[in-house]
């Protein structure tokens, strides 16, 4: 089946799942930079996912990545992790902690918003918003 029949992929919602990836990138290169070690990503449970899971010191970080274009009109990249996707979220961690044996460790809930300046993956370098402890 190429793509035109298959009414799942539209070439817009292709467009968003790379721009997606591409925050996602950018959100992994900069934790790293920031000293953080990457320790999963996208990793999925029956209840979600979780775009990036990483370590800072003895924290687990579970860290949602929403990366939107400048004047959107769906809101700010931020604004989009609603209570819903939190609830999610954590439920996922859950999920993790206890598959991964580290349900004694603290954790953390992250969100980085990666603002697409220009043509993404272009010359112009992305926004990122990092919100630590953001709930």
Not at 44 to 50: H, M, Q
Not at 65 to 88: M, Y
Not at 94 to 123: M, N, S, W
Request: with cysteine; proline share 4%.
């Amino acid at each position: 089946m190429s793509q035109s029949d298959n009414p799942e992929r539209s070439p817009a919602k292709d467009g968003r799942k790379a721009l997606g990836q591409w925050g996602e990138e950018r959100a992994a290169a900069y934790l790293s930079g920031s000293g953080l070690t990457i320790m999963e990503r996208n990793w999925r449970a029956r209840s979600g996912e979780i775009d990036i899971i990483a370590q800072d010191g003895e924290t687990i970080v579970f860290v949602e990545v929403r990366t939107r274009r400048p004047g959107g009109r769906f809101g700010t990249a931020e604004e989009s992790v609603d209570l819903r996707k939190q609830r999610q979220v954590r439920e996922t961690a859950q999920i993790y902690l206890h598959a991964a044996r580290k349900h004694g460790l603290p954790c953390r809930f992250d969100v980085i918003a990666v603002t697409a300046e220009g043509q993404y993956g272009g010359a112009a370098a992305p926004v990122l918003k990092h919100i630590a402890g953001a709930f």
